[in-house]
C-alpha cells in the first residue's frame, strides 16, 4: 500500500454490508486495510489496494496496530447475526471501547459506525439497545464520527419474507452466515415467494417502513469520508418510500405476475417465540424481536435533505427487485 495516499480500516468486510462498502472504496481509490480474525476464511478481492490485517475487536493489542498509519476507520461489525465460534452481545460494549481507545490513540480523523433505526420501543430489541450505548461512547469519546442509522435493508428483510430474488448476486449474505436460527429458516423459507406464491409477513402486514438497500448505504458511507461537514453527527438512512409490508407484496405480484398469498407471523406469536428463545437463544431472541418491532411499528424518515447533501438518488423497492430479477 502506498504511504503517501490517507488510508481506511473497514472492520467487517466479510458481512453482507462491509463487502459492498469496499467495492465502492476501492472504486473510489482508497487503501483499504481490512481487519481480518486470525481464523477467518475471508478471501479478499484481488487488489493493490487491499491490505489483511490479523486481529479481532477483543484484542486491545491487535486493533491498535490495526489502527496504525489509519486516518478513517468504518464499523460494520455486529453481533446481530453471530458466527458459529460468537455469543451473542458479549462484550460487544467492551470491544468497542477498545476500538474507541485505538481510534483515540492513533488520532483517527473520522469514525464511521454503522448503527440501527431508532424508535420510541428501542428497548424491545436487545441489540438496538447495545448499538445505542455504543454510540453514547463514540459520541463521549472526543473522536470524530458519523453515526449512521440505517432503516431494515431490503436485501436481508424481503428475503425473510422468503424471497430469493433479494438474494441474487449477494456475497456473504447475513442470513447464511452460519447462525443456527438464521440458517435453518433460510432453508425452509427461500424462494417461496417466487415458487409457491408465499409471502412470510410480520404482524398485520400494516406497518410501514423506509426500506433501504445495501448498496445506497454503502454509497452513503463511501461519500461520508470526503464530506468533513458530517463530522460528529447522526445520520438517520431510510428509502424514498414508505411501503408496509402488503405493499411490498404487491411490488413482487406486479413483478412476477402472479398472485401471492400472505402467510400473517402475528405479533402475538412472534412475542411468544422470543420470550422462549430467551433462555435458550439470546441472538434468537434478538432477531425475532427485531421482526416483532418490524410488524407492530412504523418507522419513517424523510431524505430528501440528506439525499441532497450526499447528492445520492436512493433505489425504489421496484428499481431493486427488478434489478434482482433481471441477475436470475
Not at 445506497?216 to 453527527?233: C, I, P, Y
Amino acid at each position: 500500500m502506498a504511504t503517501n495516499m490517507k488510508k481506511v480500516l473497514l472492520i467487517g468486510a466479510s458481512g453482507q454490508l462491509g463487502s459492498v462498502i469496499l467495492d465502492y472504496l476501492l472504486t473510489d481509490k482508497w487503501q483499504c486495510r481490512l481487519l481480518v480474525r486470525p481464523t477467518s476464511k475471508y478471501i479478499p478481492p484481488e487488489c493493490e489496494n487491499i491490505n489483511l490485517c490479523r486481529g479481532d475487536l477483543s484484542d486491545s493489542g491487535s486493533l491498535i496496530n490495526a489502527c496504525n498509519g489509519i486516518q478513517y476507520v468504518i464499523s460494520t461489525a455486529s453481533s446481530i447475526v453471530p458466527r458459529p465460534d460468537d455469543v451473542f452481545g458479549e462484550d460487544e460494549i467492551n470491544n468497542y471501547q477498545k476500538l474507541i481507545k485505538a481510534c483515540l490513540e492513533h488520532k483517527i480523523e473520522q469514525f464511521i459506525f454503522i448503527s440501527a433505526f431508532s424508535t420510541d420501543y428501542d428497548d424491545l430489541v436487545p441489540e438496538f439497545r447495545v448499538k445505542r450505548k455504543i454510540e453514547q461512547m463514540i459520541m463521549q469519546s472526543g473522536v470524530p464520527y458519523t453515526i449512521f442509522r440505517c432503516a431494515a435493508f431490503m436485501d436481508i428483510y424481503y428475503a425473510v419474507m422468503g424471497s430469493s430474488i433479494a438474494m441474487n448476486s449477494v456475497r456473504n449474505p447475513t442470513l447464511l452466515r452460519g447462525f443456527w436460527l438464521t440458517k435453518y429458516y433460510s432453508q425452509l423459507t427461500s424462494g417461496i415467494v417466487e415458487k409457491f406464491g408465499l409471502a412470510l409477513v410480520p404482524g398485520s402486514g400494516r406497518s410501514k417502513h423506509a426500506f433501504i438497500c445495501i448498496d445506497d448505504v454503502a454509497v452513503f458511507v463511501a461519500k461520508a469520508l470526503k464530506k468533513n461537514n458530517n463530522l460528529n453527527k447522526i445520520i438517520d438512512l431510510g428509502g424514498p418510500e414508505v411501503l408496509s409490508w402488503n405493499d411490498v407484496v404487491r411490488q413482487y405480484e406486479d413483478l412476477l405476475g402472479i398472485k401471492i398469498m400472505r402467510v400473517l407471523l402475528p405479533v402475538f406469536l412472534l412475542n411468544i417465540i422470543r420470550r422462549g428463545l430467551h433462555f435458550f437463544s439470546p441472538a434468537g431472541e434478538n432477531m425475532i424481536s427485531t421482526l416483532l418491532l418490524l410488524g407492530k411499528y412504523d418507522y419513517n424518515h424523510n431524505m430528501k435533505k440528506t439525499c441532497n447533501n450526499f447528492s445520492v438518488s436512493l433505489t425504489t423497492t421496484k428499481s431493486f427487485l427488478l434489478a434482482k430479477y433481471m441477475k436470475e
